[in-house]
């Protein structure tokens, strides 16, 4: 794959090739105080305390609008000065109420074309988060293990309910606390998950892709009965409309299939790419 520098900072962007995550001082107190007093304005009807509310799966444009724009605003020129050549896909808030649990490992979707080029995930925590209150994991090095097509259509590669497997990714992975307005990038092929929130207070989160101005927004569908994946060029608008579970139609435009060979990586080999990739 070619190297393309993705944050201006060289160590920071070292760091994310290798590590797979690069974690920065972002936004100041005072503007997550202004985000989260517009979420509040924004947020006055219930939210579901039975698991992760993204703001995106609320089926309702008025609010999509405004929370796009209160994040785009507070984000965009600062990240600017951040980012190289790159842009933002969709901005949204993650919530975990108090109570809510894990999400589990899992890989962000592939979203980019997934042997030349990346996808991105910023998250943000809008408090102080750690293993008590929804912190962010990441298996360090895991974006380098193998490329794969992703997203909620195509089954992921690693089996997470593998019991050795899950407890190698445990046994490695690094939890992190971070402040308030700190934000972590992270490669979209990484393994990494969310604690519980086990405090009396929500941990909102902003959250968001990044991809290179020049890379197409993909989609990948499989279609089991033929065996075969299928690539849809998107737009942004695809995020809001897209059922999670049929072949897409609107805001998508069919390019190309490829077969589908994508074999599982089971718990010995796992072994031997956490030994490979994980820096000491
Ligand atoms: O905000 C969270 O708790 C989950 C973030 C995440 O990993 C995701 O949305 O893919």
Not at 82 to 92: A, K, M, Q, T, Y
Request: hydrophobic residues 35%; aromatic residues 12%; glycine residues 4%.
């Amino acid at each position: 794959m070619q190297v393309k520098q993705v944050l201006r900072n060289d160590r920071l962007d070292q760091q994310l090739r290798d590590r797979g995550y690069a974690i920065f001082d972002f936004l100041a107190a005072e503007e997550v105080d202004h985000v989260q007093k517009e979420f509040d304005r924004l947020h006055d009807f219930e939210i579901p305390n039975t698991e992760l509310f993204g703001s995106h799966r609320r089926h309702d444009p008025v609010y999509q609008m405004a929370v796009k724009q209160l994040l785009l605003e507070t984000i965009q020129p600062k990240l600017e000065t951040f980012l190289n050549g790159c842009r933002i896909i969709e901005p949204v808030f993650n919530v975990k109420m108090p109570g809510v649990g894990v999400f589990d490992f899992h890989q962000d979707w592939s979203l980019v074309d997934i042997v030349e080029d990346s996808c991105y995930t910023v998250w943000i925590p809008m408090l102080d988060v750690n293993r008590h209150n929804g912190t962010i994991s990441v298996l360090e090095g895991s974006h380098l293990y193998r490329r794969s097509f992703r997203s909620c259509m195509v089954p992921p590669i690693y089996d997470y309910q593998d019991e050795e497997l899950r407890n190698l990714i445990e046994e490695n992975r690094t939890i992190f606390d971070m402040k308030k307005g700190q934000a972590i990038i992270f490669d979209g092929n990484i393994i990494h998950s969310t604690e519980a929130n086990r405090s009396d207070d929500m941990r909102c989160a902003m959250i968001f892709g990044v991809a290179r101005k020049t890379s197409p927004l993909l989609f990948h569908y499989l279609d089991k009965e033929n065996n075969r994946v299928e690539e849809y060029e998107i737009d942004s608008e695809f995020f809001y409309v897209y059922d999670y579970q049929s072949r897409p139609s609107q805001h998508a435009r069919f390019r190309q299939s490829y077969p589908y060979d994508q074999k599982p990586v089971n718990a010995d080999e796992m072994k031997s790419l956490v030994r490979e990739y994980t820096s000491a």
